[in-house]
């Protein structure tokens, strides 16, 4: 048996490529949503529910007992009563041996947790709290530091045979033999390239997500990899941010429904499992509100709102076990996110009862320096700490501060203690002490045909079709010859998308590349048009008309490349950027049936674009297999069904633009207002209306939906309502459709949006074919929270939307009654 005293290290691996610096009246509590961990929580769930069970056996009896007692002698009623009652000693005896059995291991962790930590010296403990990148090549002086326990946690982490032989010497060699966490940013895949996770989220089809993070936990496993930081569920309502890329959308629920599957799909049933990693919800909290849509930017962001659409997602992780959090780069409402003791001790730890750990952003508490937060590195160190992140990334602040900081009195131990713990427990559950098994060093780094086929259809079901002319799409296979031009048609490393570190270029397939398959060299004609989607040069146009003159449809690849998303990378424009658009107006001009598939990071504006092309497709970067799923779709094998995830405006002056805003005293368009009349929301020189609206994509075939029927005009608080639309399908293809749920409080004691996603549903229907949906309502779906955490049901009038986008849809109504 390995010493108990064999403790692991964390690691993670950042991308080299992107980044060199890094620098009711019903009142609930939310702390009654979280009163335990998932663990504990799942202990008592069991504990509970064997105690019904108990009790309805007890029931059984009793009622057994009572016939027989109508029946039989007072001697045979005696003999039943005591043989019934030693049965239900013994069942209730078996079931509660049972709920300790499983409830024991955790007890198990914690009694290793505190003798490992009564034998830990400070510097030890520090060193468990720091994380740091894999030193390239392990030199010596990295292997004297994991001997002397100086590192928990390494990140962008080296070979197999490096990470292994610093795990050897972290668990052989040093005093405590506590073992390393390796991390990685495994965002959107591993080795398998998946379409970046704003495209997951477009797919509103959370099994494929999870099955696409169960093969990236796979394949990083394998590898040596514990620990992702991922999912990144920064609500994101402003498309110049960069790192829109790597959110999950604007909408909170379809955030939370994404997340919770991502998390799900890296954790597995078991965090021990040997293909589980951890996941780290990111970036906690606020980071996606950068003002102005710049990278790092301060965020204000009022308690309510925080509550009601930013810290959502994060909840549902937490519902989901997520086993670490991040804290984020952003200064909250003057606090910043890693020293905000609200965010990180009162919401986290003393609401949700969280007992994994908090690791910082890269270099995030030494950045409340500049901030003007914290006067030098010490006292960032303090105010990290004593807010409640765990574990230090990159910066050295901890390691150096702390002893000082305890000596002087500003730091109480127990600060580090915890800390250590929570550090510890995660290591722990991922067996890191135990049975994990170190990786092999002769493993393919190809992907596998499954993973490819699972990349194919998430990618294929993440595209959105946002203009079809005249039915121009799909194209008959019977085609003459396609031609295929500009800077994204052939470009592996843009397909990939934002987070690619441990992606293999050599699977991925490109629209070119595919096209070719299926069709045949003779019957592709290409030329790129610009070198790259910044080009602005027309030296290449003469060869793209040329291509598009040769062909019966021309198929234009243009967007973004993958370095115009991401981290640091806002942008203050939402155009095409270089010569894109001119070069689609010189191949429309030629006059083939022309079809633009965009492949981006964020929601761009191409409006004169979208207007003079027959199709638009919007491809976001779809990983390796975009190609062919961007065949099987223009070609019709799939009918396209993904919807946005995120409002498309009209033009950038209308940021931020987001579907679930309140209505204003003035609204431009409701209750009967005159287009004309000046004074409403609206601007003098474009519509207050997006371009697309969230939730927004068409199909090759026709929905049709009925009226919504509603199973009583009233529901109770704590009582339930279904509503229900009869959806068919009207066109030829058969295909998906995302059938989406709003609702509207009408008047509340705080304003509420016009439009909230609640539930939705991906069905599947042949031509002709009609499906009831039904949507089960209870009135806790209504539930928003006021300012300090109150969660609150307010009795009143609710409009409903069963619907295929949040600008239209049947409507209905129903009161709440208290
Ligand atoms: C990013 C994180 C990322 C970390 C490690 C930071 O710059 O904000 O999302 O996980 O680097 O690579």
Not at 139 to 167: C, H, L
């Amino acid at each position: 048996m390995r010493s108990l005293l064999h403790l692991p290290v964390l690691s993670t691996v950042r991308n080299p490529g992107v980044k060199c610096q890094k620098v009711c009246n019903r009142k609930r509590s939310a702390e009654d949503v979280f009163r335990r961990s998932p663990s504990r929580h799942r202990e008592r769930r069991l504990l509970s529910t064997l105690l019904d069970a108990f009790k309805r056996r007890a029931w059984i009896f009793a009622a057994v007992g009572q016939c027989h007692y109508n029946g039989p002698t007072m001697r045979s009623r005696r003999v039943t009563w005591v043989l019934l009652s030693a049965g239900t000693v013994f069942v209730a005896f078996v079931l509660l041996l049972a709920a300790f059995g499983v409830a024991k291991p955790q007890a198990d962790i914690e009694q290793r947790i505190d003798a490992l930590v009564a034998r830990m010296t400070l510097e030890e403990k520090l060193g468990q709290m720091s994380q740091t990148t894999f030193p390239r090549g392990l030199p010596m002086a990295a292997k004297d530091e994991i001997r002397r326990g100086r590192w928990g946690s390494f990140f962008n982490g080296g070979t197999i045979q490096e990470k292994a032989e610093a795990q050897r010497i972290a668990t052989n060699q040093s005093r405590l033999g506590i073992p390393i966490l390796y991390g990685q940013d495994v965002i959107h895949g591993f080795r398998t390239l998946f379409p970046i996770p704003l495209a997951q989220a477009a797919s509103w089809h959370p099994e494929l997500v999870r099955q696409a993070a169960r093969i990236a936990a796979r394949e990083a496993s394998r590898e040596g990899i514990h620990w992702t930081f991922a999912p990144m569920a920064d609500i994101a309502r402003d498309p110049r941010w960069g790192r829109i890329a790597e959110s999950l959308g604007e909408d909170p629920y379809l955030a939370s429904v994404v997340a919770t599957a991502m998390v799900g799909g890296f954790q597995g049933d078991s965090l021990s499992a040997q293909d589980s990693i951890a996941a780290c919800g990111k970036h906690y909290v606020g980071y996606g509100g950068a003002e102005a849509g710049r990278d790092y930017n301060t965020t204000w962001i009022p308690e309510v709102l925080l509550r009601n659409v930013y810290l959502k997602p994060f909840q549902a992780m937490r519902h989901a076990g997520v086993a670490t959090y991040m804290s984020a780069f952003n200064d909250l409402n003057g606090v910043p996110a890693t020293g905000s003791a609200f965010a990180l001790r009162q919401v986290l730890r003393n609401e949700w009862k969280f007992d994994g750990f908090v690791v910082s952003d890269y270099n995030a508490v030494i950045e409340m320096i500049p901030h003007g937060y914290a006067v030098d590195e010490k006292d960032a160190a303090l105010k990290a700490m004593t807010a409640g992140v765990d574990m230090e990334m990159v910066s050295r602040s901890y390691h150096q501060n702390a002893q000082a900081l305890i000596g002087s009195k500003a730091l109480d131990p127990k600060v580090v203690d915890e800390s250590v713990k929570n550090i510890l427990r995660i290591k722990f559950q991922l067996g890191l002490f135990d049975n994990r098994m170190q990786p092999a060093d002769n493993l393919p780094a190809a992907p596998s045909v499954d993973a490819l086929d699972l990349a194919k259809n998430l990618a294929a079901e993440s595209l959105v079709l946002l203009k079809n002319k005249d039915g121009t799409l799909p194209i008959a296979k019977s085609v003459g010859k396609v031609a295929i031009i500009g800077p994204l048609m052939d470009s592996p490393v843009d397909q990939m998308g934002t987070w690619a570190i441990g992606g293999n270029r050599e699977a991925v397939r490109t629209p070119l590349a595919a096209m070719r398959g299926l069709l045949g060299e003779s019957r592709v004609a290409s030329a790129q048009g610009l070198k790259n989607t910044r080009d602005s040069s027309h030296d290449g146009f003469a060869s793209a008309r040329e291509a598009a003159r040769s062909a019966d449809v021309a198929l234009l690849f243009l967007g973004e490349e993958a370095g115009l998303s991401g981290e640091a990378s806002s942008r203050a424009f939402l155009n095409l950027p270089g010569a894109q658009e001119e070069l689609a107006s010189e191949i429309v001009k030629v006059g083939k049936p022309t079809i633009a598939i965009i492949l981006a990071g964020r929601p761009l504006t191409f409006h004169k674009l979208a207007e003079q092309v027959s199709a638009v497709l919007y491809a976001w970067h779809p990983g390796a297999m975009g190609g062919p799923a961007i065949c099987n779709v223009l070609f019709g094998d799939v009918a396209p069904s993904g919807k946005l995830p995120v409002t498309f405006p009209r033009t950038v002056g209308q940021v931020p633009l987001y579907y679930n805003h309140m209505n204003t005293g003035r609204p431009a368009a409701e209750f009967g207002r005159d287009a004309n009349n000046k004074f409403t929301s609206k601007y003098l020189d474009v519509s207050y209306t997006p371009e697309y609206p969230f939730g927004f994509g068409l199909s090759y075939t026709t929905f049709q939906y009925s009226s919504v029927r509603l199973s009583s005009p009233s529901m109770r608080v704590g009582g339930q309502l279904t509503a229900s639309v009869a959806v068919i399908n009207t066109g030829k293809y058969q295909a998906d459709e995302v059938v989406q749920l709003y609702i509207r409080q009408l008047a509340a004691s705080l304003t509420r949006p016009i439009r909230e996603l609640i539930a939705f549903r991906r069905i599947h229907l042949k031509p002709g074919e009609k499906q009831t949906v039904e949507f089960n309502l209870a009135a806790d779906d209504l539930a928003f929270y006021k300012a300090g955490g109150q969660l609150t049901i307010e009795p009143g009038k609710f409009q409903l939307w069963v619907a295929p986008d949040s600008a239209s849809g049947p409507i209905a109504e129903f009161q709440l009654l208290p």
